[in-house]
């Protein structure tokens, strides 16, 4: 498991335990059905989720809560 360069997590399960880390880490992630894919030619399974990052605890900014929010998050982008 590792972040990549814009702190998105990619997860990779290659065996029964990586796939349990995986299913913990998805566990009441909003996964869109469009947002899945097989790759035949890899033999791959390919999905892009969103989960509220429980982990991070949430970051007081200025008389609001702001929660999970990733290093560098600019507000004015929301």
Do not use: C, I
């Given at each position: 498991m590792a972040a990549n360069s814009d702190n998105r997590l990619k997860l990779r399960a290659e065996d029964d335990e990586d796939?349990?880390?995986v299913s913990a880490f998805l566990q009441d992630a909003l996964l869109p059905v469009a947002e899945m894919v097989y790759l035949p030619a890899e033999q791959?399974?390919?999905?892009?989720a969103n989960r509220f990052m429980w982990e991070r605890p949430p970051v007081a900014t200025g008389g609001r809560s702001q929660f999970n929010r990733l290093p560098g998050h600019n507000s004015a982008d929301d």
């Amino acid at each position: 498991m590792a972040a990549n360069s814009d702190n998105r997590l990619k997860l990779r399960a290659e065996d029964d335990e990586d796939l349990a880390v995986v299913s913990a880490f998805l566990q009441d992630a909003l996964l869109p059905v469009a947002e899945m894919v097989y790759l035949p030619a890899e033999q791959r399974f390919v999905l892009v989720a969103n989960r509220f990052m429980w982990e991070r605890p949430p970051v007081a900014t200025g008389g609001r809560s702001q929660f999970n929010r990733l290093p560098g998050h600019n507000s004015a982008d929301d």
